[in-house]
């Protein structure tokens, strides 16, 4: 198992990539029982990261689970992703064998330090 901040994801292929080590990261992420994706769709992706993003998941179909956490509505994604094929062909992948489960609250776990153990802090 594995827990990544989508932005610290997008970063190890940059690494990978600059290292000759793309390949060897793909099949990493691939090996993984669980792989935890956090933060989807807090920042504007690019042509590549969306290539990564879809490499990665393309690798991992059929091995392991994946877990994306967001805080932006699934119904949003597509636009998100570009609407386009490469938007397609993630959402393909991060949907055909899903279990969707929504969260809501009108409360903030910022706003109230009972409902969070960190004192109001939920990143630590």
Same mark, same amino acid.
């Given at each position: 198992?594995?827990? #990544?901040? %989508?932005?610290? #994801?997008?970063?190890?292929? $940059? ?11 793909? &099949?990493?992420?691939? &090996?993984?029982?669980? !792989? $935890?994706?956090?933060?989807?769709? %807090?920042? @504007? %992706?690019?042509?590549?990261? &969306?290539?990564?993003? #879809?490499?990665? %998941?393309?690798?991992?179909? =059929? @091995?392991?689970? @994946? ?8 119904? +949003?994604?597509?636009?998100? !992703? =570009?609407? +386009? ?11 055909? *064998? ?12 910022? &706003?109230?330090?009972? #409902? *969070?153990?960190? =004192? =109001?802090?939920?990143?630590?």
């Amino acid at each position: 198992m594995q827990y #990544l901040r %989508l932005p610290t #994801l997008l970063t190890q292929f $940059v690494q990978a990539r600059a290292q000759g080590t793309y390949e060897r990261l793909l &099949k990493r992420l691939s &090996k993984l029982s669980l !792989l $935890v994706i956090d933060d989807f769709g %807090l920042a @504007t %992706l690019t042509d590549i990261e &969306k290539q990564d993003l #879809l490499e990665a %998941l393309e690798e991992r179909y =059929g @091995t392991g689970a @994946t877990l994306i956490t967001s805080q932006l509505p699934a119904g +949003d994604w597509h636009a998100y !992703l =570009g609407a +386009d094929r490469v938007a397609d062909a993630i959402l393909d992948r991060f949907i055909h *064998n899903a279990h969707r489960i929504e969260l809501r609250s009108k409360e903030s776990l910022r &706003k109230d330090p009972c #409902l *969070n153990p960190h =004192g =109001g802090h939920p990143e630590r």
